[in-house]
């Protein structure tokens, strides 16, 4: 599971858990302009002995948010052609869809 996180969702948290509780790898992405607001919650996940699968990353930039989608897809392959995440989708050609939240400036 891919979730950005950059702004606060009750909805991906809870996606994020119940991915967790599963085992299932998760890559939780966030802004660094926003670093500060991101769910202290969710960072304290990352890599916890509670949820080893879970890592959070902040990125500046497209470039850097896609190289590490990338570099997460490819330690963690799907067993399908198509990846569904939260607040993004890379296909079968490893293009990328960023979907951000109506009257979001991030």
Known sequence: MIAEISNPSLGVGGEIADAAKLGKPV??????KVGDNVSAYI????????????????????KELKSKIDNFIKNHPAKKNIIK???AMVDKNKALLIVRKADSDI
């Open 27 to 32: 890559l939780c992405v966030y802004n660094k």
């Open 43 to 62: 960072r304290g996940k990352s890599g916890s002995i509670f949820s080893p699968t879970v890592k959070c990353e902040d990125y500046s930039n497209l």
């Open 85 to 87: 995440v939260v607040g």
